[in-house]
């Protein structure tokens, strides 16, 4: 199947916000947080009046950061807009006062159904800022050295801002972290957001500045914000689609292959634990539904995002990061996540739940040591056998 997407407008309003959310619930691979919680503050958003937000390519002279929110999606439950507007301005606030003045761009740091929306809902708190179209991954992932951004060399992480949710004065919080290299913020990041911020914060990270001429250039993967716009938009204004169907639009919309792998498998069990910022688990999918014989099994293993598929009935997995494992259900024609809230409607019922793979963005496998930065995260699930090449 073919597809003529629509264009992404050029400032975006609240249906479009609808769309990102839906489109990058699917291409999230599993993870960059939870969309029920994305659809209950969208819900809050919609009941607020806010100028469209304009969206565009980075024009490589403009002062900005990566954006987004960072922790366990299963800490994010029962997340309000309040929560997500007090991370967002905390930790902007504390980045605009490190590199001493303001600035008028952010960017996403992955794709995914909150954390594509995060520099989106701050542009409708400060309409002096635009939204970068573009993201560290083309995917979710767990760590921040799994970006492009950690792989550029003139793009330093510092300062490295935590904000916390809170929106009394006398209660917000921030950290700034001052560190040589993205591992050492991210070692200090899950620190801080575990012990400190209740496991979810807000993160204000690598400035683009006059100082560094603007390192944000060529440094992230451009128009994935839009390219979840096109998905959502196709998902949610044409009524449920089949996974084949769905695996078409992702490959016409994002120019990379997809595959579909599962169709109309069930969740049959979930086993997963929440600790250092990470929920960890692996879900079973069976070609029946709980209680009914299955003759074929898979099992996905996640840290917050999906990283490893394996086949019952094969010893070597089936898909590896960093190629997303998007989920995708014919019953709700719509994408979800690992989080715990987005598994539930899911797990032990008969609705349906599909897997596509689709393939890595160019840019994040060209990026300099972004390969060993998944490799490190397979064998922390204890896998340590060869990378898929390129």
Do not use: H
């Amino acid at each position: 199947m073919s597809m003529q997407a629509q264009d992404a407008p050029a400032a975006f309003g609240i249906s479009d916000f609808i769309y990102v959310a839906a489109g990058a619930a699917v291409l999230g691979s599993g993870g960059g947080g939870s969309y029920a919680d994305a659809q209950a503050v969208l819900a809050q958003l919609a009941q607020t009046q806010f100028a469209p937000v304009p969206v565009k390519a980075y024009d490589g002279a403009t002062r900005g950061c990566v954006l987004a929110l960072m922790g366990s999606p299963d800490k994010g439950q029962s997340l309000t807009l309040q929560d997500v507007q007090g991370a967002i301005y905390n930790s902007m606030l504390a980045m605009q006062n490190a590199i001493g003045g303001p600035f008028t761009c952010v960017i996403p740091v992955e794709v995914g159904a909150l954390n594509s929306l995060i520099p989106l809902i701050a542009g409708t708190m400060d309409q002096l800022l635009y939204v970068v179209d573009g993201d560290g991954c083309g995917r979710a992932v767990p760590e921040l050295v799994n970006t492009t951004y950690s792989a550029a060399a003139t793009l330093g992480v510092s300062p490295c801002i935590l904000g916390n949710q809170q929106t009394d004065p006398s209660q917000a919080q921030s950290a700034v972290l001052n560190v040589a290299t993205t591992a050492q913020a991210e070692a200090l990041a899950r620190g801080v957001v575990s012990a400190d911020f209740g496991s979810l914060a807000g993160l204000a990270a690598w400035p683009t500045l006059d100082s560094n001429q603007y390192a944000l250039t060529g440094n992230y993967i451009p128009g994935t914000l839009s390219q979840a716009w096109q998905l959502g938009q196709y998902l949610v204004d044409g009524g449920p689609r089949s996974t084949a169907q769905v695996s078409a639009a992702i490959q016409g919309i994002t120019g990379r292959g997809a595959t579909t792998i599962a169709t109309n498998f069930y969740i049959t069990n979930v086993s997963q634990t929440t600790g250092g910022g990470f929920d960890t688990g692996i879900v079973r999918l069976d070609n029946a539904p709980a209680g009914m014989p299955s003759s074929a099994t898979y099992y996905l293993y996640n840290l917050n995002e999906s990283l490893i598929l394996y086949s019952a009935s094969q010893a070597a997995p089936v898909v590896l990061a960093p190629d997303s494992i998007c989920y995708y259900s014919e019953g709700s024609g719509r994408g979800f996540s690992n989080a715990t809230d987005d598994l539930a409607p899911y797990l032990g019922t008969k609705t349906p739940v599909s897997l596509i793979q689709v393939a890595t963005a160019p840019q994040l496998y060209q990026a300099p040591g972004i390969l060993a930065t998944f490799a490190a995260l397979l064998q922390q699930l204890g896998y340590a056998g060869p990378m898929p090449s390129n």
